[in-house]
C-alpha cells in the first residue's frame, strides 16, 4: 500500500486488507466498514459485466459534501465570522445525472447549491436544485439563458446572474424589466494575484473571464443608472482549478475583498462573496505546492478564507459576506474510479545468445558481441552507435532477419547490463533512469486513455493507479500502461511511487489469461464528460454501489456502457441500414455460393452480436 502511496493520496478512503485487496473504506455508525474493490468487481463481473467499469461510491461521494460544509462551519464557527457558508456544486465538473442528484440529495441539509457556466446546465440544475440552494450562473448568456434564469427566480430559487462582460449586462437589465424581476446580480473580476499551477490561466490580466476594473466599473455606473445598483449582491472571482499553494489563495481573497469593500462603497448592498473554484485534490498524496498536490489541508483553506475575509473587512463597518465556493473537483474526485484488467504485457528483456557466439558472424555482430562482454561500467554509449551502426547495415541489405535479431537483443542484454550494474552498486544519473524506463514492460489495459482518463493524455494530469489485489506480494516488474486503441499517446506513463513521481509503475509480474486487475483512481472530477470516442471505444459501464454498515455493499445503480451500435450512430451511421448492407451482401454470397445459407445465418448473428456488444476487449 505504501508503495503506491494510498494511504497518502487515499485520504482514509482506500486501503488494503489482510488478503492483499484493495479496500474502500468508510465510518460506520459502529466504526470504520472495509470492503474489497476486488468483490466488488467479482459480484459486476457475476451480473454480467465486463471490464472496463466506472465504479461509483456513493458514500464518499456524500462523506466530501459533508465534510466540505462541516469544515467550512467550524471555521466560521472558530473565527466569530459572522456569514454563513453556501457551497454551490459547479456542474461541468461532473454533469451525469447520478451525480448531481446525489450531490443535490446529500447536500441538501447544508442548502448546497448549483452553478450552471451553460443553457444546457442551467436546464438539469434548474430541476435537480433543491430548496434554499444558490444558483449561480455563470458564462456567456444569450437571452434564453436569461430568461431561464428569471423564471428561476420567479420560482423561487435564489438565483444569481453573474455578469462576466459588459454586454450581458444590458440584456440582463431588458429582460429583468420585461419580465418584472429584480434579479440577484454578482459581477466576476479579474483577480491580477497570479496563482501557480497546472489550471490557473483562469486568473491574471490576460485571463479571458471576469470584467476588469474600468469594466466593473462601468457596470456599476450602469446599474446606477438604471436604478438597479439594489441588485449588485455578489461579488465572484475565480482563482483557477487545482490551486497548489494557499499563499496564493490568501492573495486572491484580500484582492477580492477589496474589490467588494469598493462596490459596497457605491451603493452595492452586496452580501456574497463568490470565490470560485480552486480546492485541489492532492493526487499525488505528497502534500505539497506541486501541480498534482497542494500544501493545505481542506481545514487550512477554508480557515485561511474566513480569517482573511474577516481581518480584511474588519473596522471597514461592512459586514462579513456570506461565502460561496464553486468547489468542483474537491467535491467528485474521489468517489469515482475506472477499473481494468490486463491482457496481455510486451517485456524488453534480451533473449539468452548463443553459446558460444559464432566466431564467423558479420563483423558489427561480433563488434556488439565483444563490447557487451567486456562491459563494466555504465557508459553505453558505444552500445548505441553498434546498435544504429547494425540497423543501418539491415536496411541497406547486408543483414538478414535473424541477424537483425540478434543485433536487437545484444543491445538489450548490454542495456540490461548496465542498469543491473548501476543497481549494484547504488549508482543513479539521469541517462540510467531514461534507460531504466526504456527497458519497462508494456503493459496492455482493457480501457481508452482518451474515453475514460483523457486528462492524463490532454494535460498530462497524474492519477493515481495502483493493481486491485496482491498487495501481499512484491511486484517485480516496471511497466507503463498502455491502452486499446492504436495510438502511441494512449498510455499512462506517470506514476506516484512510493511518494516520488516515476514513469514506471511497480507491477506483479503477469501471464495472458491471468485475472490482474489495476485502479484508476480519483478520477471522479472533469474525466466523463471530456472522454471522447477515439478508435470508437465508448462509455464504460458504469457501476454505483452503497457500502452498508454490515461491511458489503448495495448495488444502487447501473449503467451499461456504449454499445458498437450507439457508437455507430454518434458518428451518423444508422446500425439496421449497416445490418441490412451486411445481410444483403451475404445473399450475394449464398447466391454465388461462396456461402452456404448456415453460414450465411452465422455471419449475421456475429455482426448482429458486435453490433449489440460491448466495444472493448472481452475475454
Ligand atoms: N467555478 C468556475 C467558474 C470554474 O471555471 C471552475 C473550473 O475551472 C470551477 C468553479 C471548478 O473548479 P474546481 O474543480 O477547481 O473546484
Redesign the pocket.
Known sequence: AQLYGIPDWGRGFFGVNSAGEMTVEIDGTKGPVQVSLMEIVAGLEQRGYDMPIVLRIENLLQSRIVYLNETFRGAIAAAGYQGRYRGVF?V??NQQCQIIEEICRFGAPYQHGL?A?SKAELVLALANLTPGGLL?L??YKDREFIDLGLWAHKLGHPCFF?IESPAELELLIERSHQLNVRPHIGA?IKISTQVSGM?TE?SGDRSS?GLSSTQLLAMVETLQAAEMIDCLEML?C?L????PCLEDIGRGVEEACRYYINLCREGAPMGYLDL??????DYSGRCSGDGHSRNYSLEDYCQAIVTTIAATLDNTGIAHPHIV?????????YSSMLLFNILDVMHFEADPLPQPFPANEAEILQEQHRFFTTLNGHDYHQAVILRDRMRQQFRDGQLSLRQRTLGENLFLATAQKVVATARQSGLSSPQISELQDALADIYYGNFSVFQSLPDTWAIDQLLPVAPLHRHDQRPTREAILSDLTCDCDGKLDQFIVGGELRKTLPLHAFSPGENYYVGAFLMG??QETLGDLHNLFGDTHVASVRINEEGGYDLIEEISGDTIGEILSYVEYSPSVLFDRMRKEAEQAVREQRLTVTERQQFLTLFGDNLSGYPYYRG
Open positions: 459547479p461541468k465538473v452553478e457556466g449561480v455563470n458564462g453573474v466576476r489550471w483562469t473571464f465572484h475565480h483557477g482549478s487545482q490551486i470560485g473554484g480552486g480546492l485541489a485534490v465556493t464553486e468547489s468542483g473537483r474537491a467535491t467528485v474526485a472530477a472533469y
